[in-house]
């Protein structure tokens, strides 16, 4: 069965910091990907989306996420996170529907 | 501007009353969802709709009811027979159904007493 799994629950990095949220994914086709994010009380807004072609893909707000097939992951970096980062990341597949992960919280030390 | 509205932001019932959150897309789009989300669980599909008078069972439907009669309109009625149906609603839309990207509304948290 398709699946996606965050498997940290809860970040906490310092203002200025590099990020990475880790994603796997399991599915038996070639992946469409995404990460979202949602601010407290929010929708979710798009950060970036893998389809095909280049592994190394670029978001907005200075995000960027890599495939990895032979890992099944999907990790989302940002070499110096704001203070203005901080919310709730979804890492999410497309199969016969969108399956969402159950997210990652990410808090910016000061 | 095009997207999603979700009315109201804040909703408060009794137990036992149904209640009926709004939510309204100006994206021309086809489909649309609701997802429910608890805190550590991510989103969850109620239902979905491909089309205007067709719409599915997503993941978790019992005790709510939902209706498509106009392509920008999805309401969904939470029922006295959901048990638990204190949590923040989000509806989305999309091109399609399998279209490679969902919109999100901003959510309406329901507050049962």
């Known amino acids: 069965a398709q699946s996606v799994t965050q498997p940290d629950i809860h970040i906490t990095v310092s203002e200025g910091a590099s990020l990475e949220l880790r994603c796997n994914y399991s599915y038996g086709a070639t992946p469409y990907l995404f990460w979202y994010v949602q601010s407290p009380g929010q929708g979710l807004q798009l950060l970036l989306k893998y389809f095909s072609g280049d592994t190394l893909v670029q978001g907005i707000k200075g995000f960027e996420a890599e495939f990895k097939r032979s890992q099944s992951s999907f990790n989302l970096r940002k070499p110096s996170v704001h203070w203005s980062d901080a919310a709730e990341y979804f890492c999410?597949?497309?199969?016969?529907?969108?399956?969402f992960g159950s997210g990652t919280r990410l808090s910016i030390r000061p | 501007d095009g997207g999603i509205t979700q009315s109201p932001k804040y909703l408060f019932r009794k137990e036992g009353q149904n209640v009926t959150l709004s939510c309204e897309q100006n994206?021309?789009?086809?489909?649309m969802y609701w997802y429910r989300q608890d805190p550590g669980q991510g989103l969850r599909l109620i239902y979905y709709s491909q089309i205007v008078n067709d719409f599915q069972k997503g993941d978790i439907a019992e005790g709510y009811s939902v209706s498509r009669e106009k392509k920008e309109s999805f309401p969904l009625t939470v029922t006295s027979a959901q048990k638990n149906p204190t949590a923040f609603y989000l509806c989305a839309s999309s091109i399609g159904v399998g279209s490679t990207e969902q919109f999100f509304g901003p959510g309406t948290r329901l507050t049962v007493l």
């Open positions: 999410a597949v497309l199969a016969s529907k969108i399956i």
């Open positions: 994206l021309n789009h086809d489909a």
